[in-house]
């Protein structure tokens, strides 16, 4: 993630990063978004669908604050610059258990990563940190 962070160039290519940056997780994420500082979603969805990343405009705009790790995750990432893995949580579309994986930007904006429930179980670990 860290040499990805220059190729970030603010909320107007928010889509245009996450697209640059969908190869390296191939396997562990199935979804993948970016929200400023209060939840507010700047991107759109990029999902995984048959090992293919498919874009949902229309996930833009939706707030996530409310999300169990949201808030207590962007202050750790304005403190510590640095990523962080939720705990384990079922997802609001699935119901699956998943993790996130928080990573600041610059300016206050922040990449959520969903880990895909399937990688989770082949590493059982993830389950219990």
Same mark, same amino acid.
């Given at each position: 993630? @860290?040499?990805?962070? /220059? !190729? *970030?160039?603010?909320?107007?290519?928010?889509?245009?990063? $996450?697209?640059? $940056?969908?190869? =390296?997780? #191939?396997? !562990?994420?199935? &979804?993948?978004?970016?929200?400023?500082?209060?939840?507010?979603?700047?991107?759109?969805?990029?999902? @995984? &669908?048959?090992?293919? *990343?498919?874009?949902? /405009?229309?996930? @833009?705009?939706? #707030? *996530?604050?409310?999300?169990?790790?949201?808030?207590?995750?962007?202050?750790?990432? &304005?403190?510590?610059? #640095?990523?962080?893995?939720?705990?384990?949580?079922?997802? $609001?579309?699935?119901?699956?258990?998943?993790?996130?994986?928080?990573?600041?930007? =610059?300016?206050?904006?922040?990449?959520?990563?969903?880990?895909? =429930?399937?990688? $989770?179980?082949?590493?059982?670990?993830?389950?219990?940190?």
């Amino acid at each position: 993630m @860290k040499k990805a962070i /220059p !190729e *970030w160039h603010g909320e107007p290519e928010a889509d245009r990063f $996450i697209e640059n $940056i969908t190869a =390296p997780f #191939h396997e !562990e994420s199935f &979804r993948m978004y970016i929200c400023d500082s209060e939840g507010q979603q700047v991107s759109s969805n990029f999902r @995984k &669908r048959e090992e293919r *990343w498919e874009v949902e /405009p229309h996930q @833009k705009g939706s #707030h *996530w604050a409310f999300r169990p790790y949201f808030l207590e995750n962007t202050m750790r990432m &304005r403190t510590l610059h #640095h990523g962080i893995l939720s705990d384990t949580y079922s997802d $609001i579309e699935t119901g699956e258990m998943i993790r996130t994986f928080s990573y600041p930007l =610059p300016d206050q904006y922040f990449l959520f990563v969903d880990i895909s =429930p399937s990688y $989770i179980n082949d590493k059982d670990y993830l389950l219990f940190q």
